[in-house]
């Protein structure tokens, strides 16, 4: 933390924070058109500038930080007084690598949460009769440690899992990976990439060798082409769709392929509206087009890639007639979708979730990394694939730093004995080679036993896990459950011990954003109350259950990151703070970082990028005369996840209070819905109760649910046993549903009617 020193600087926070405020009512250049003057009440903006402008900035602290929210990996200055967060600015553009000067509203505005009554701020032990009372953290850890402990001896480590927190820094889940394998002797461990991201990781880590983004944010101003599908970038990426909406308006084709007509499409050259859950089949179409017609690079798949025989058979089965059928996509726009891509020089491919949460997530990757390999357009610049990554750490926390049940730090592979026996002699302890389970995977072992005790970080299990009905079951039945969050959430509500973490703006360390982008995260508020920085908690316990970890600083724990993990081999938190940011691979002190991966080589044994035949998939559940529509779920802009910081922010409420469903004006007619009724949403798991939202947003077969929502948690709805063969991302895309008026009315939607399983 460092004091203001900049008399005038007074001046321009204050102003800056008026000029947000125009901007928001009025400048909606990256949140969704209409809305955002709706978003925050004037009073609340109002008070931010007033209460800087109050004060004497050397009385403040500021620090250049990186945004906890999303894995854009927005850098800002936050304000503060000490009490509370104040105003957040850009900082200088070059120290701004993605966003420049833009923010959106959550980055800007989302900060009640810290300050919020009901933040942790002791550690919370069961008492006799049930129920929570606070405790020391003497008290508490030594719980804890009992608890896993027993667990431990009786059952062996293997029977203990360990949830990792993707909005945690680099370091603290390099502790959280140690922890999990040192202390307790478990390979169980993993974090929210499984719901994610995971399949993308699988399909890109076996088609090219990494499994990340190829390219930097610029690429996106540097294509002629862009394809997007499953992201509705201007809600859950609005910086990105920000820098790709200035590329099109600068004569760049944008094709979008969405089940929903998102905002993006209003700027897409091509939008086409597709049936969830046959990604693979229109993608291969698009290649087998290009194939067929020789538009393909043939340099560079002859030079650069393997299987393009087996690939260029495998699409021959996607004829016209079968990707019309099944995903309803006309010939004509597969044809023209196809020639765009081939004609331009440089395409970049961006895809989110629609593309991944299914249980062929990691096939459909797959296909698309064969598509952007075909078409010559990685390794160069305004060229390369592109997933945008979720929370504001899992490309690092959730993935480089090895809270994986397969991987060490920087994808090393923990069933390689060579490997193994470096880490096993660095953390001087016995490794297992067996992977453990993944995070759906921990719950579907509960059933058997074969996990006892969890502890959980960061993470809202609770409601983000497919199939919650059953995570609740498996989290009341868990011998011992540990939950170190800011709040009591839905999940800490099963705790045996909840243990008080702080947030990004109380500690010190780093997160990586999409891009690969290692940057800074500073403390610029104390630790509220009695909380503690992740990483100081796990260094506690660790020590109580027998180690002796001494770290004082998390610049300490990247050095030991640095010495284990060849990505990581030239990034320390010094190097990062001077340079604003660098990018992996980073292989020494000397190496610059790296921009575009595949420039000279793939990450594979020989070189190349090995293309992968990916035949039909489909959904593991489809619509039936019982169950008639397609469920899908998502995002809107101003909520984050299962609502734990955005539903503490008085303005964002104001504008998203509450949970809907999408239903198209046809199947309102036809069951007698309009838009503000409650409807009732069953599936085989479950059912809920929210308020219709009539649109032709969604096509006449689908219905989409939010995922912010407690009171009407659409997990209830979702499948815990689908999983993708590879990774084990569940189908949060697809669920078959039936939807029917609620009779009842809302005073009588009891918590029992939204809370209970269904009808199965
Ligand atoms: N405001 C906000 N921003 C966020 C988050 C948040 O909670 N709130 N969360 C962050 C996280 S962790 C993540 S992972 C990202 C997620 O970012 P996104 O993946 O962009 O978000 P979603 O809304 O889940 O879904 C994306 C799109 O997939 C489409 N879709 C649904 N089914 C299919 C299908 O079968 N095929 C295709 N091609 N598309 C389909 C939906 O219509 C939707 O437009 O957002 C990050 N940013
Ligand atoms: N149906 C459906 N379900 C989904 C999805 C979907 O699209 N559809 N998306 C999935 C995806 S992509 C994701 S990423 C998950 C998200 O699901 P979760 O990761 O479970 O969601 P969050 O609400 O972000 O939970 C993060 C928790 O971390 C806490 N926290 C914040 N900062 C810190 C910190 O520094 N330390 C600690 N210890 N705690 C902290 C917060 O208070 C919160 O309780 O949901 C998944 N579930
Ligand atoms: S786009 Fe993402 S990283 Fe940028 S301010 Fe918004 S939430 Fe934060
Ligand atoms: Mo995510």
């Known amino acids: 933390m460092k004091g203001g020193n900049d008399g005038d ?6 102003g800056y924070m008026q000029q947000a405020k125009q901007e928001a009512l009025q400048n909606v250049e990256h949140v969704a058109e209409g809305v955002a003057a709706e978003t925050l009440s004037e009073g609340n903006l109002f008070e931010i500038a007033q209460s800087i402008g109050d004060k004497r900035l050397k009385d403040l602290n500021v620090a250049d930080t990186t945004c906890g929210y999303c894995a854009v990996g927005c850098r800002f200055d936050l304000y503060s007084d000490g009490e509370e967060i104040l105003a957040a600015r850009p900082t200088e553009e070059e120290d701004a690598p993605v966003n420049g000067i833009s923010t ?10 810290i300050n919020s009554d009901d933040r942790l701020t002791a550690p919370l032990v069961r008492d006799e009769t049930g129920e929570f009372r606070e405790a020391t953290w003497d008290e508490a850890l030594t719980r804890v440690a009992e608890g896993l402990g027993q667990i431990k001896e009786q059952h062996g480590g293997e029977a203990l899992s360990v949830i990792a927190s993707s909005k945690a820094t680099n370091e603290e889940n390099y502790l959280m990976g140690k922890f999990a394998r040192q202390v307790l002797g478990t390979n169980s461990i993993d974090n929210c990439n499984r719901l994610c991201h995971s399949s993308t990781v ?3 880590a076996k088609t090219y060798g990494y499994g990340a983004a190829s390219i930097s944010t610029d690429d996106f101003e540097l294509a002629d082409c862009i394809l997007l599908t499953g992201s509705n970038t201007t809600e859950a990426h609005p910086v990105l769709a920000t820098r790709i909406k200035q590329n099109v308006r600068d004569g760049a084709d944008l094709l979008v392929f969405d089940p929903r007509e998102i905002q993006i499409a209003e700027y897409a050259t091509q939008y086409s509206q597709i049936n969830p859950g046959y990604d693979a089949v229109w993608i291969n179409a698009i290649t087998r087009h290009i194939l067929n017609n020789d538009l393909h690079d043939e340099e560079f798949v002859e030079e650069r890639t393997t299987g393009f025989e087996e690939i260029k058979e495998s699409v021959q089965e996607f004829t016209p007639d079968v990707v019309e059928d099944v995903t309803g996509i006309p010939h004509a726009e597969i044809v023209s979708a196809a020639e765009t891509i081939a004609e331009a020089d440089r395409c970049v491919f961006g895809w989110t979730l629609g593309l991944t949460e299914h249980s062929h997530g990691t096939e459909n990757v797959m296909a698309m990394a064969n598509l952007a390999a075909v078409t010559g357009n990685l390794g160069k610049p305004g060229a390369g694939v592109s997933p945008f990554r979720g929370q504001n750490n899992v490309q690092g926390g959730g993935g480089d730093m090895g809270p994986l049940p397969d991987n060490f730090p920087g994808y090393q592979d923990i069933a390689d004995d060579e490997i193994r026996a470096k880490f096993e002699d660095a953390w001087d302890c016995e490794i297992s080679p067996e992977y453990g389970y993944y995070t759906t995977q921990m719950f579907l072992a509960a059933d058997e036993d074969d996990i006892r005790g969890m502890y959980i970080i960061g993470e809202n299990s609770a409601l983000s896990e497919p ?16 939950v170190q969050d800011l709040f009591v959430n839905e999940t800490a509500q099963y705790a045996d011990v909840v243990l008080p973490a702080c947030s990004f703006v109380e500690k010190t360390g780093t997160f990586t954003n999409t891009d690969r982008t290692v940057q800074m995260v500073k403390q610029v508020m104390e630790p509220k109350g009695g909380s503690r920085p992740d990483w100081k908690i796990l260094q506690d316990l660790a020590n109580r259950m027998g180690r002796e970890w001494d770290y004082s600083s998390t610049a300490e724990i ?7 993990t060849p990505i990581y081999g030239g990034i320390s938190q010094e190097r990062v703070d001077r340079e604003g940011g660098v990018q992996w691979p980073c292989w020494d002190d000397d190496h610059p970082g790296t921009v575009r991966l595949y420039e000279d080589e793939f990450n594979t044994d020989d070189g190349k990028a090995h293309l992968q035949a990916v035949g039909y998939s489909e959904p593991a559940e489809l619509p039936d005369e019982e169950y008639p529509f397609t469920l899908t779920t998502g995002r809107v802009l101003y909520q984050y996840h299962t609502g734990t910081m955005t539903h503490r922010e008085e303005g964002i409420m104001q504008y998203t209070p509450s949970d809907f ?4 004006p046809e199947t309102a007619v036809n069951h007698g819905i309009e838009s503000g009724d409650l409807v009732r949403v069953t599936s085989r798991r479950g059912e809920v109760v929210v308020p219709a939202q009539v649109t032709d947003r969604v096509g006449p077969k689908n219905v989409f649910i939010p995922i912010h929502f407690a009171e009407s948690a659409v997990n209830r709805l979702t499948d815990e046993e689908h999983l993708d063969p590879t990774a084990a991302t569940p189908e949060f895309k697809v669920s078959a549903v039936r939807v029917t008026p609620y009779e009842g009315g809302a005073e009588s939607v009891s918590t029992a009617d939204v809370a209970t399983g269904g009808d199965d």
Request: aromatic fraction near 8%.
């Open 9 to 14: 600087d007074l001046d321009g926070v204050a």
């Open 104 to 113: 959106c509203v959550k980055g800007k505005f989302g900060y009640d949460f």
């Open 202 to 204: 699988a399909g890109l």
């Open 467 to 482: 199939g919650v009905n059953h995570a609740e079951a498996v989290l009341e039945d868990l011998e011992f459950l540990v």
């Open 558 to 564: 990247m050095r030991e990151v640095k010495s284990l």
């Open 661 to 664: 469903i999408e239903i198209h």
